[in-house]
């Protein structure tokens, strides 16, 4: 079993940043990938960003790139999503999430084995 536990989100203005952390704990070893997606009120689940444990290399929505950056301390087993030149379109409950099957396509949030339990964003107009 993974565990996740998200912080970090919080009240901020439009234009503004914020970095979110996802702590991981248990068999981690077995991770693949980890990524980041976020669900706003009357919306999907939609994929954000993701990295792969081992390797580094990431993935982003064409709408979070340039704006968002995903990164990991293999050390501290964290996962952190910065975010700037934040919107309003950008609030929402942002979850982190684990998948270990190697083949999986990290955008696909059904392929994702381990969910966190979500951090409220809000941005201000």
């Known amino acids: 079993q993974v565990q996740l536990v998200e912080s970090g989100g919080g009240l901020v203005q439009a234009g503004g940043s914020l970095r979110l952390s996802c702590a991981a704990s248990?068999?981690?070893?077995?991770?693949?990938?980890m990524g980041w997606f976020r669900k706003a009120p009357g919306k999907e689940r939609e994929f954000v960003a993701a990295i792969s444990w081992s390797s580094g290399k990431t993935s982003y929505a064409d709408s979070m790139k340039g704006r968002f950056t995903i990164s990991r301390d293999n050390a501290k087993n964290t996962v952190y999503l910065q975010m700037n030149s934040l919107k309003p379109e950008d609030t929402a409950v942002y979850y982190c999430?684990?998948?270990?099957?190697?083949?999986?396509?990290?955008?696909?949030?059904?392929?994702?084995?381990?969910w966190g339990q979500g951090t409220q964003v809000t941005v201000s107009s």
């Open positions: 999430a684990a998948v270990k099957d190697y083949s999986a396509t990290v955008y696909a949030s059904w392929q994702y084995n381990y």
């Open positions: 248990g068999r981690t070893f077995s991770v693949y990938a």
